[in-house]
T-cell receptor, first 113, second 115 residues
Framework: KQEVTQIPAALSVPEGENLVLNCSFTDSAIYNLQWFRQDPGKGLTSLLLIQSSQREQTSGRLNASLDKSSGRSTLYIAASQPGDSATYLCAGGSTGTASKLTFGTGTRLQVTL | GAGVSQSPSNKVTEKGKDVELRCDPISGHTALYWYRQSLGQGLEFLIYFQGNSAPDKSGLPSDRFSAERTGGSVSTLTIQRTQQEDSAVYLC?????????????FGPGTRLTVL
């Protein structure tokens, strides 16, 4: 059974800093990994999706990497802004059950002025 | 185009009552998912539908939970004889198909409170 863990649970950084959010998973037969952001009282917004055959994906100031052998993914946010404040969730789809995402508990990020 | 919509946005009910939660997926998406987000529990998968195939119900926590999808579009999640532990945000998502390559697009959720 896939288990996903995110560290840290919460993070506060000043505006402009680069930061890394960590996600680890137990089943290396992961089929894909997605990063989402969730704003208070809102649903999830997909940020990046990495297929098992890929090592990383980039979108604007965001870069996500996937290392299946170590069971880790990271989300790198460059030049953080107050608008980046949200909860960031990673979720993995395992082989055979690719459609059923297993979510981590999230990292609550606050970017201060 | 329009995203995934869910109704109601908030639902308060008394213990023992039945509730129905509705999800309208993105038009043309064949796959539809239900998740539950409980305080301190994170997001957990409940059920998914793919076209005309039998739904995968493996995540439903008890037989009080059921879901249907009519005409391959709108879905309803029904919780019978609600309990306080059912209080959570219920999120619906859809994707073009239930394949690994597809991003799941989420609705805003329904916050259920069972008194």
């Amino acid at each position: 059974k896939q288990e996903v863990t995110q560290i840290p649970a919460a993070l506060s950084v000043p505006e402009g800093e680069n930061l890394v959010l960590n996600c680890s998973f137990t089943d290396s037969a992961i089929y894909n990994l997605q990063w989402f952001r969730q704003d208070p009282g809102k649903g999830l917004t997909s940020l990046l999706l990495i297929q098992s055959s890929q090592r990383e994906q980039t979108s604007g100031r965001l870069n996500a990497s996937l290392d299946k052998s170590s069971g880790r993914s990271t989300l790198y946010i460059a030049a953080s802004q107050p608008g980046d404040s949200a909860t960031y969730l990673c979720a993995g789809g395992s082989t055979g059950t690719a459609s059923k995402l297993t979510f981590g508990t999230g990292t609550r990020l606050q970017v201060t002025l | 185009g329009a995203g995934v919509s869910q109704s109601p946005s908030n639902k308060v009910t008394e213990k023992g009552k039945d509730v129905e939660l509705r999800c309208d997926p993105i038009s043309g998406h064949t796959a539809l998912y239900w998740y539950r987000q409980s305080l301190g529990q994170g997001l957990e998968f409940l059920i998914y539908f793919q076209g005309n195939s039998a739904p995968d119900k493996s995540g439903l926590p008890s037989d009080r939970f059921s879901a249907e999808r009519t005409g391959g579009s709108v879905s309803t999640l029904t919780i019978q004889r609600t309990q306080q532990e059912d209080s959570a945000v219920y999120l619906c998502a859809s994707s073009p198909e239930a394949a690994s390559a597809d991003t799941q697009y989420f609705g805003p959720g329904t916050r259920l409170t069972v008194l």
